[in-house]
C-alpha cells in the first residue's frame, strides 16, 4: 500500500509540477529575451535571490521541516478513534488554535524582517555590486557610471521585491496545511499562476517601465500575492480557520513551541546556506558580466528536472513518513524511503548523460533569441554542464532529509547542510579564478555529493533504519543505471554531430530542436529496452500505476 499511495500522489504532483517549471522554463526564456546576460539581468537575478533566500528559510524549509510533522501529530490526535467525542473535540480545539498560533508567528517574523530589510537594502546592494578599483584605467568614467547604474537598479529592484517574502511565507503555510491533510493539486498549481503573472507582467508592463527588470519585479510580488490568495479556499474547505492570536498566546503554545524547538537547528543550518549562497553569488557578480545570470539560467533546467521528481516525492513522502514514525512501523518507513531513493536514481542518473551529451543544443533551442546571443548560449553551457553533473545529489538530499524530519530529528541533516556549505564555499573561492562561473556550478556539485555521503553516514546513527541494506540497495542501482546510460548514450554521442549538420539550414526551432528530439527518442528507447530485459522492479511499478 505504501508503494501505490508514494507512486499515486507522486504521479499527481509531478504532473502538477511539471506545469509550474515549464512555466517557470518559459519565465526564465521571457528574461532571457528582455535582458539576456546584461546588467539588467544580473540585477534582477541579485535582487530576487534575496527575498527568495529568506523564503527559504522563513517558508518552504521551516514548514517542511517543523510544522508538518507538529500539524500531523495533532491531527492523529484529533482523528484517534480510541478518543471520545468530547476528547476529539478538545483536540480539534487544540490544533485550531496551534494554527492560530503559527500564523500568527510567521506573519510578524516575516514582515519585521521586510521591513528591516527594505531599510537596509542600499547596504546590501554594496556587498553585490563590485566598485572599480583602478583609477588609472582609461575608462574608469565609465566603469563608475555602470557600477552606480547597477547598485541604483539593485536598490530599487530589491525594494519592490523584498514584500515577496511576506506574501509567500503565507503562501507556505496554507501549503503546509493542505500537505498535512495529503491535499497536493493546489499548491502544486500556485507556482504556474506565479509563473504566469510574472510572464504576463513582463510584457504588459515593459513598455511602462524604465527597463524590462522592474515589469518582472511587479510580476513577481503580484504573482506572490496571488499563489496565497489562491489556496485560501482550499484551507478553508478543509474545516480549519485560519486567523491571528497575540503573541502571548502565540508564544505560549505548546505547538508553536515545538516548531520553533524544531526550527532552532534549522534556521542555523539555512541561515549557513544563506551565507553560503551570498557568498556564490557575491563571488560570480565579481567575475565577468552575465555570470550571475547565467548561473541562474543553468540552475533553471537543473530545477526543471528537480521540481518535476525530487520536490514532488519529497513532499508527498514526509507526512507518509511522519506517519509511519508516530506508529513506528520501521519496515514500511525503510521501504518507502528506499523506493523513493531508487526512483530518483532512475530519473537522475539517465537524464545527466542525456543532458551531457545535448546540454548546448537544450541552452540553445530554449534561451537563445534576441538579446541572449552565442556568448551568452556559451556562457550558460559551460556552466550547465557541471550543474547537471551534481543532479542526483541534489535531488537524493531533497529525498534523505524528510527521512530524518519526519522522526522529528532535525540536528543531523542541518548538520551536513553545514558541512556541504563550507565546502561549497571553499570549492568556489577555490574554483571561481580560474574556472570563472563554471567553478562555481562545479563547487556546487561537488558540495552535494558531500552532502549526500553524510547524510548516509548519519542515516546509520538512526535506529530506524537499515542503513547497510539501504546503502548497498542504492549503490548497486546507481552502478545498474550508469552503466545502462553508458550504453545508451553512446549512439546519441556518434550520431549528435550528423544529426546538427542534417538540420543546420533551418531554424533554431528545428535545427536544435530535432536533434534533442530524435536522440532522446533513440536515448530513451535503449534505456527502456535495458530496463525491460532486466525487469526492473521500480521500472515496472511505474508501468503499472500508469497502466491503472
Not at 51 to 67: D, K, Q, T, W
Amino acid at each position: 500500500m505504501a508503494k501505490k499511495s508514494l507512486l499515486k500522489s507522486g504521479i499527481v504532483l509531478s504532473v502538477m509540477t511539471l506545469a509550474s517549471r515549464i512555466m517557470g522554463l518559459i519565465r526564465e526564456m521571457t528574461r532571457a529575451s528582455f535582458l539576456g546576460t546584461s546588467m539588467y539581468s544580473d540585477a534582477f537575478t541579485t535582487s530576487f535571490m534575496i527575498p527568495n533566500l529568506l523564503r527559504r528559510l522563513f517558508a518552504e524549509n521551516s514548514i517542511s521541516v517543523a510544522f508538518i510533522p507538529t500539524f500531523k501529530a495533532y491531527l492523529e490526535k484529533s482523528n484517534d478513534d480510541s478518543k471520545t467525542n468530547e476528547e476529539k473535540l478538545a483536540a480539534r480545539r487544540e490544533t485550531q488554535e496551534f494554527l492560530k498560533a503559527t500564523f500568527t508567528l510567521i506573519s510578524f517574523l516575516t514582515a519585521c524582517v521586510v521591513v528591516i530589510g527594505i531599510i537596509i537594502t542600499p547596504l546590501i546592494a554594496q556587498i553585490f555590486c563590485k566598485k572599480p578599483l583602478d583609477s588609472s584605467a582609461a575608462d574608469f568614467a565609465l566603469q563608475m557610471d555602470a557600477w552606480l547604474l547597477k547598485k541604483q537598479e539593485v536598490t530599487i529592484l530589491t525594494r519592490i521585491m523584498f514584500p515577496y517574502l511576506f506574501v509567500i511565507s503565507i503562501a507556505a503555510f496554507f501549503q503546509g496545511i493542505l500537505n498535512g491533510c495529503k491535499i497536493f493539486a493546489p499548491s502544486g498549481f500556485t507556482p504556474v499562476l506565479f509563473n504566469g503573472i510574472v510572464i504576463l507582467g513582463t510584457y504588459v508592463l515593459s513598455p511602462f517601465t524604465e527597463n524590462p527588470a522592474r515589469a518582472m519585479a511587479i510580476g513577481v510580488i503580484t504573482g506572490g500575492c496571488v499563489q496565497a490568495a489562491f489556496q485560501l479556499p482550499f484551507v478553508l474547505k478543509t474545516g480549519w480557520k485560519v486567523g491571528i492570536t497575540t503573541l502571548k498566546k502565540t508564544f505560549s503554545n505548546p505547538g508553536t513551541r515545538r516548531v520553533c524547538a524544531l526550527i532552532g537547528p534549522t534556521i542555523i543550518g539555512m541561515a549557513a546556506y544563506q551565507i553560503n549562497d551570498l557568498v556564490s553569488t557575491a563571488l560570480a557578480s565579481r567575475a565577468e558580466v552575465g555570470v550571475v545570470s547565467s548561473l541562474q539560467f543553468s540552475l533553471r533546467l537543473q530545477e526543471l528536472i528537480l521540481g518535476i521528481f525530487a520536490v514532488s516525492i519529497g513532499t508527498v513522502i514526509l507526512p507518509d513518513l511522519s506517519g509511519l514514525a508516530s506508529k513506528k512501523e520501521w519496515e514500511k518507513f525503510n521501504t518507502m524511503l528506499l523506493q523513493a531513493i531508487k526512483i530518483i536514481i532512475l530519473i537522475t542518473i539517465p537524464v545527466t548523460f542525456y543532458s551531457l551529451v545535448c546540454g548546448n543544443e537544450l541552452i540553445t533551442l530554449l534561451y537563445r533569441n534576441k538579446r541572449f546571443d552565442e556568448h551568452s548560449v556559451a556562457l550558460t553551457t559551460g556552466e550547465f554542464r557541471f550543474h547537471i553533473a551534481g543532479l542526483f545529489f541534489i535531488a537524493v538530499n531533497r529525498i534523505i532529509s524528510p527521512a530524518f524530519y519526519a522522526q522529528g530529528n532535525t540536528k543531523l541533516p542541518t548538520f551536513a547542510g553545514i558541512i556541504s556549505m563550507v565546502c561549497n564555499m571553499i570549492f568556489a573561492i577555490v574554483l571561481v579564478a580560474p574556472m570563472s562561473g563554471n567553478g562555481i556550478a562545479l563547487a556546487l556539485s561537488l558540495a552535494s555529493a558531500v552532502n549526500t555521503i553524510f547524510l548516509f553516514i548519519f542515516l546509520g546513527k538512526m535506529h530506524s533504519i537499515n542503513i547497510k541494506t539501504m546503502t548497498l540497495n542504492t549503490i548497486f542501482y546507481i552502478f545498474k543505471l550508469t552503466v545502462f546510460s553508458v550504453i545508451a548514450v553512446i549512439p546519441c554521442k556518434l550520431l549528435r554531430p550528423l544529426l546538427l549538420n542534417a538540420f543546420s539550414s533551418y531554424s533554431r526551432l528545428v535545427s536544435q530542436g530535432m536533434p534533442i528530439i530524435i536522440l532522446a527518442v533513440i536515448f530513451g528507447a535503449i534505456g527502456i529496452l535495458l530496463l525491460a530485459i532486466t525487469k526492473d522492479e521500480i521500472a515496472v511499478s511505474i508501468k503499472n500505476k500508469l497502466k491503472r
